[in-house]
C-alpha cells in the first residue's frame, strides 16, 4: 500500500478516528501502525515475524486493537448451494485470510483480547467485536482471486454512528494534516446528534468492555 494512495490514506484516517473515539471513552491507546510508518506493524517472535495489530488500548483492561476502514459492506446473495455462506441479505465485511492468522497469532502472542474494529463509511458507523468471538469465518468463494475471509455484520456491536456526509469529507482529507488539536474537533462535529446519548454509549463501551475482557 502507497503512502499518500486514497488506500492508505482511509487506512490512516481511520486508525486515527477509531483510536480517538475510544480515547474520548477514557482509554490510554499506543499507536503501533504509526511506528510502522510505511508499512504493516510487525511484530517478531523467536519463531517468525508476523503482522500486528494497530494499537494497544488500556483502561480497566487491556486490549489489542484491529481497525479496517471499508467503503461499504458486501450483501450477501447467499452463495452457491453447496457452500455454506453468509445468508442470503446479510451485510458482511471481509479481511485478508493471512491477515487473520497473523491476528490470531499475535493475540495468542500477547495474551490479550483483539478487538476487530470497522468503520463503514457508506453506514457511517464504527462496529467492533472480539477476533476470537467472532466465530468462525465464511471462506472466500474466489480464492484464487480474493484469499479473504467473511463475517457477517451482526455478530458485530454498533459503537458509534456519524454524520454520513461530515465522515466522507473526514475522509477526504489527508491523515498527515489531522493533529491532536484538530482530531478533538473533528470528534464533536462528526458525530452531532450522539451529544444528546453520551451516557448511553458510554455504559454501553463500559459493558463491552467487561464482556470482552472477561
Given amino acids: 500500500m502507497l503512502e499518500g494512495s486514497k488506500s492508505f490514506n482511509d487506512g490512516r484516517n481511520g486508525e ?9 471513552e477514557g482509554f ?11 508499512g504493516a506493524p ?11 495489530p494497530d494499537g494497544l488500548m488500556a483502561r480497566r483492561a487491556t486490549f489489542l486493537y484491529e481497525i479496517k476502514s471499508k ?5 450477501s446473495d447467499g452463495g452457491p448451494r453447496e457452500v455454506e455462506w453468509v445468508p442470503k441479505g ?29 468503520i463503514c463509511m457508506d453506514d457511517a458507523r464504527l462496529i467492533a467485536a472480539p477476533l476470537d468471538r467472532l ?6 468463494l474466489r480464492p484464487e482471486e480474493m484469499d479473504v475471509v467473511n463475517f457477517p455484520e451482526e455478530r458485530f456491536s454498533i459503537l458509534w454512528s456519524f454524520d454520513p456526509a461530515r465522515l466522507r469529507r473526514y475522509f477526504d482529507e489527508p491523515p498527515d494534516v489531522k493533529n491532536d488539536r484538530r482530531m478533538r474537533l473533528y470528534l464533536d462535529w462528526l458525530c452531532p446528534r450522539q451529544q ?8 454501553l463501551v463500559n459493558r463491552l468492555e467487561d ?3 472477561a
Fill in 135 to 140: 466465530g468462525e469465518p465464511y471462506p472466500s
Fill in 42 to 52: 510487525l511484530l517478531k517472535t523467536w519463531e517468525a515475524t508476523i503482522i500486528s
Fill in 211 to 213: 464482556r470482552w475482557a
Fill in 196 to 203: 444528546e446519548f453520551a451516557l448511553f454509549r458510554s455504559d
Fill in 16 to 24: 486515527l478516528l477509531a483510536a480517538w473515539m475510544f480515547r474520548r
Fill in 90 to 118: 446479510q451485510k458482511f465485511h471481509c479481511i485478508e485470510r493471512r491477515q487473520f492468522l497473523h491476528y490470531q497469532r499475535a493475540r495468542r502472542s500477547y495474551g490479550r483480547p483483539l478487538i476487530l474494529v470497522v
Fill in 28 to 38: 490510554a491507546t499506543i499507536d503501533i501502525a504509526a511506528a510502522a510508518a510505511k
Fill in 71 to 75: 467503503r461499504r459492506a458486501g450483501k
